[in-house]
T-cell receptor, first 113, second 114 residues
């Protein structure tokens, strides 16, 4: 079945460090890919998305590129801030109307000042 | 746009009791989803509505679980004869499908079954 795999956390970085969170997927068909973020005490919110191969999603300094050949959608940020501390979820959507979402297990990021 | 709201935020119940959760989606959204999330895991799909029609249910959803969305507005998720394994965060999400899917999540209802 469709699935999403993420690198295990927690990930602890110093402020201004470079961030990579790996995500790979397995899907039948051509999914859309997403990164959602969950800040402490809040609901999940969309961070960025890409709907087809080679698309790059970006938001708030975060980027991810849809790599069909490696079935990957790795999240990157050049310089993290303390306020980026959160849990990050990679997800895909598939189905005739894009209605079937599958989430990865999440990666907890802690950024230290 | 007041966002997706869920009620209650927390629910503690004894095993064997019935519980009901409510979700109010963003008003113009025609799709509504229920997910379950346990500690250290991502959300797991439970069921999905388009307007008032329940179009898909996960195999995870046993017959003790039932969801409704009367009139295509708010939704309720009921769990009958709760078990300790039902303890989890229950998340609601909504979207307005235009071919560009984007889910908006509520803060969830944390269920603890004692």
């Amino acid at each position: 079945g469709d699935s999403v795999t993420q690198m295990e956390g927690p990930v602890t970085l110093s402020e201004e460090a470079f961030l990579t969170i790996n995500c790979t997927y397995t899907a039948t068909g051509y999914p859309s890919l997403f990164w959602y973020v969950q800040y402490p005490g809040e609901g999940l919110q969309l961070l960025l998305k890409a709907t087809k191969a080679d698309d790059k999603g970006s938001n708030k300094g975060f980027e991810a590129t849809y790599r069909k050949e490696t079935t990957s959608f790795h999240l990157e940020k050049g310089s993290v801030q303390v306020s980026d501390s959160a849990v990050y979820f990679c997800a895909l959507s598939i189905g005739n109307y894009g209605q079937n979402f599958v989430f990865g297990p999440g990666t907890r990021l802690s950024v230290l000042p | 746009d007041t966002g997706v709201s869920q009620d209650p935020r927390h629910k503690i119940t004894k095993r064997g009791q019935n519980v009901t959760f409510r979700c109010d989606p963003i008003s113009e959204h025609n799709r509504l989803y229920w997910y379950r999330q346990t500690l250290g895991q991502g959300p797991e799909f439970l069921t999905y509505f388009q307007n008032e029609a329940q179009l898909e249910k996960s195999r995870l959803l046993s017959d003790r679980f039932s969801a409704e969305r009367p009139k295509g507005s708010f939704s309720t998720l009921e769990i009958q004869r709760t078990e300790q394994g039902d303890s989890a965060m229950y998340l609601c999400a909504s979207s307005f499908w235009t071919g560009d899917e984007k889910l908006f999540f509520g803060s969830g209802t944390q269920l603890s079954v004692l």
